[in-house]
């Protein structure tokens, strides 16, 4: 592992003061630092509302090689070097055994910037298509066996949380799957605590739009690795919802973001579940 670069000692949000080497062949243009600052001010909203920072600790940075992860790393990065996240950082790529997995983007990308990382390889790409049928989707138990490993190396490295790199449109399409095919409200939190109590599970990108963070991606040009290297793909349900959202956001701009202040604005007297209020409690008052 490589030793992680220093920060500024003073707390600032200065753009003049520099920035972590991640950046250094990132544009000069006006429309990209207006972008970088809306993500950077998203990302510190949620880490603020949510709690999810505190001084010394240390995080393991799920880094898949995707739009995603790359931005959640940059951003953070960014924040940490201007001082304003006082914790350390340690990216985390899972090589799970998929065909043709390119091996050495990571590594070189991360020991080129002076990034701290752990490198790890567990093939549960063979236990994944042992246990599915031929023309199955890989997505969902590929993820739990990803996130088990992902607990078991934070606990190695000493990480008091595990930070993914989820976004607003992801919350929301979680959302909207639930309510339509699971009969319940439910997103994907920006915080929770594993089920051993352990661990914090952290999504710092939650206020961030998903088309920001492409037009982060393409900017800042990272060598992004495809999600779909073992030939599965995300089901047809998620897809529907993207599809309703992106149809919603067209029709009525504005609405992704209405929609997750909703998620964190909820009325439970009117909504229709006794186990959050006491409907069957409620009294009249009785005139004298």
């Not at 600032?12 to 630092?33: K, L, M, Q």
């Not at 070189?108 to 994944?128: A, K």
């Not at 969902?140 to 607990?151: E, P």
């Not at 999504?203 to 060598?223: G, H, N, T, V």
Request: hydrophobic share 40%; charged share 25%.
């Amino acid at each position: 592992m490589t030793a992680v670069m220093e920060a500024p000692a003073t707390p600032t949000d200065d753009s003049e003061v520099g920035a972590h080497p991640i950046y250094a062949n990132a544009p000069r243009s006006v429309e990209f630092n207006k972008l970088r600052k809306r993500l950077i001010r998203n990302t510190r909203e949620a880490l603020e509302k949510f709690g999810m920072v505190k001084p010394g600790e240390k995080w393991l940075i799920a880094l898949s090689g995707g739009k995603d992860s790359y931005g959640l790393l940059a951003l953070l990065l960014d924040l940490k070097w201007r001082g304003l996240l006082p914790v350390e950082l340690l990216a985390c790529n899972l090589d799970q055994g998929q065909p043709n997995f390119p091996k050495h983007i990571l590594p070189q990308f991360l020991e080129g910037l002076g990034i701290e990382h752990r490198i790890e390889y567990q093939d549960t790409y063979s236990i994944v298509t042992d246990k599915l049928p031929a023309g199955a989707t890989y997505c969902s138990l590929c993820s739990r066996l990803r996130r088990g490993n992902l607990y078991r190396i934070a606990r190695e490295e000493g990480c008091t949380a595990l930070v993914l790199g989820h976004h607003r449109d992801d919350s929301l399409e979680t959302f909207f799957m639930n309510m339509f095919h699971g009969g319940k409200l439910a997103a994907m939190p920006a915080k929770l605590v594993n089920d051993e109590g352990d661990l914090a599970v952290l999504r710092p990108l939650i206020y961030c739009a998903e088309e920001d963070l492409q037009k982060f991606s393409d900017s800042m040009q990272f060598p992004i690795i495809p999600c779909d290297l073992c030939g599965s793909q995300e089901g047809l349900e998620r897809n529907a919802m993207k599809a309703m959202l992106t149809d919603i956001e067209k029709r009525m701009p504005g609405r992704k973001d209405v929609m997750i202040r909703a998620l964190g604005n909820i009325n439970p007297s009117h909504m229709l579940d006794p186990k959050l209020f006491d409907f069957a409690g409620l009294t009249l008052n009785q005139k004298e």
